[in-house]
């Protein structure tokens, strides 16, 4: 199969992060199988989803780990012109849920495991795909916890990602909280005499606007981002039962996503200390806790992997994107140098007909090409 078959196979499988991810790894895995390769599933609590990892290759050297996530986030209340779980070709560009974030990369992964069972490799090419990627890099986990234990790990890694198929060398850590605001409920007619868990939770969300604004005004700056400082956001806010009733329960959920070289826990602190400040009454509350959270990437620009996606792509300007991805937990926890590099636009993804095009494909096979030639050289 060529990466074209293989991605319209990928995106038949609705692999939302919600529901399972198993018919797409088995078929990865049979795939792979027919070819001689044996696959290591590590499984999810449930036994409802797997991470996959497989080597093509020697097993007792490090080699290239390609990285990508199965999952792909709901279509639910988006307007398609086609079936998104069936890949259409329409001008030049491949559509389907996952065509470009990121079962585009994963196609053109397997189509190169595919090449490399027919190749002598001095170094291994190894395969890692992951679950539940786009809820906060929370399926990889398993895997990675597992691989601290080998005795031989990847050298190098490519985390697959749309970039345009540019070298990303660093990406934003992000911190997810809840703030449960919790206050005194009384009948409405006497709303003084309680207190608001509502009201509670705008004057917090005030105190991390005015945090934002320090931070955009005097915080540390790096112009290769789009966004060039850190950042926090309110997304979610849930509270109230009625209107004649002053609401005892309110929570927020808020984000934080940091430069590399700017550790989040500072301005955890900093929230947890507003909220205290906003205390006046020994019946109102703000409970701070983490949800979820991954690290930033920050890859030396002369690295070898850089070095090495760089000639593979053509592409010789290093970027630095606000999304984040697993590169930065296999460079954090396994100390796996990674560039984050993959077709397609994020600007297509999560979006109604998120597209691939099929230049991008073609020059992401050419790119992986390049690595089985690195990984088959003296």
Not at 98 to 115: E, N, V
Not at 186 to 198: C, E, K, R, T
Not at 225 to 241: A, N, R, S
Not at 352 to 373: G, K, N, Y
């Amino acid at each position: 199969m060529n990466t074209l078959q293989l991605l319209d196979n990928l995106i038949a499988f609705p692999t939302v992060s919600r529901d399972s991810n198993l018919d797409l790894i088995e078929f990865v895995r049979s795939f792979l199988l027919v070819r001689g390769v044996a696959s290591q599933l590590f499984m999810d609590a449930r036994g409802r989803k797997a991470n996959l990892f497989a080597t093509i290759g020697p097993q007792d050297r490090g080699g290239i780990l390609l990285s990508g996530h199965t999952d792909v986030v709901p279509v639910d209340g988006q307007d398609w012109r086609s079936d998104p779980f069936r890949m259409i070709e329409r001008g030049g560009a491949l559509y389907g849920r996952g065509t470009a974030d990121m079962k585009g990369f994963i196609a053109a992964a397997l189509a190169a495991a595919d090449r490399a069972t027919r190749r002598t490799l001095r170094a291994p090419l190894h395969l890692a795909l992951s679950y539940d990627e786009e809820i906060g890099c929370v399926g990889v986990r398993s895997m990675i916890e597992a691989m601290a234990q080998w005795k031989v790990r990847p050298r190098l890694c490519i985390v697959g990602e749309p970039t345009m198929l540019r070298p990303a060398i660093g990406h934003k850590g992000k911190t997810a909280l809840r703030a449960v605001c919790s206050g005194h409920a009384i009948h409405s007619s006497l709303a003084p005499q309680g207190v608001n868990a509502i009201h509670l939770a705008s004057d917090l969300i005030q105190r991390i606007r005015a945090l934002q604004d320090r931070i955009e005004g005097c915080g540390k700056r790096d112009a290769d981002f789009e966004v060039p400082y850190t950042t926090l956001h309110v997304g979610i806010i849930h509270g109230g039962v009625a209107l004649n009733i002053v609401p005892d329960h309110c929570e927020l959920e808020v984000e934080i996503r940091n430069m590399p070289d700017e550790a989040p826990q500072p301005l955890i602190d900093a929230i947890r200390a507003e909220a205290s400040a906003l205390l006046h009454s020994p019946r109102g509350a703000i409970e701070l806790s983490i949800m979820n959270d991954y690290p930033s990437l920050a890859t030396p620009a002369d690295a070898e992997v850089v070095e090495l996606v760089s000639r593979a792509t053509g592409e010789h300007q290093r970027i630095k994107v606000g999304f984040g991805s697993e590169a930065g937990l296999f460079s954090a926890q396994l100390s796996i140098p990674c560039v984050v590099c993959g077709p397609g636009s994020i600007n297509d993804a999560h979006r109604p007909d998120e597209f691939v095009t099929l230049e991008q494909l073609q020059r992401c096979d050419a790119m992986l090409d390049s690595v089985l030639d690195t990984l088959s050289a003296p």
